[in-house]
Nanobody, 113 residues
Framework: VQLVESGGGLVQPGGSLRLSCAASGFTFSNYGMRWYRQAPGKGRELVAHINSSGRDTNYADSVKGRFAISRDNAKNTVYLQMSSLKPEDTAVYYC???????WGQGTQVTVSS
């Protein structure tokens, strides 16, 4: 099993980024997928969840209205579109297959002027 995140970087407050997580080694379309983040000195926080079909999504209150999770089951990829970014969104972002201990290596997002 592999989960490979990409798309992180340095962005100014108010900016946007789109993260991708490419999955392999399992039947992607059978699993809900999640994005988590971990800021320095803090625990891992659930950011967003999408069910296996992509029809249902849930978000942490801190990102609701600014972030959007989506997936393409044909490409075995889950996305996180992040808009109106704030300095407090700075963290390493990880994807996870729901109900498993499968994690990617993470991608750093830094929001700073």
């Amino acid at each position: 099993v592999q989960l490979v995140e990409s798309g992180g970087g340095l962005v100014q407050p108010g900016g946007s980024l789109r993260l991708s997580c490419a999955a392999s080694g399992f039947t992607f379309s059978n699993y809900g997928m999640r994005w988590y983040r971990q800021a320095p000195g803090k625990g891992r926080e659930l950011v967003a969840h999408i069910n296996s079909s992509g029809r249902d999504t849930n978000y942490a209150d801190s990102v609701k209205g600014r972030f959007a999770i989506s997936r393409d089951n044909a490409k075995n990829t889950v996305y996180l579109q992040m808009s109106s970014l704030k300095p407090e969104d700075t963290a390493v972002y990880y994807c996870n297959a729901y109900g498993t201990r499968w994690w990617g290596q993470g991608t750093q997002v830094t929001v700073s002027s």
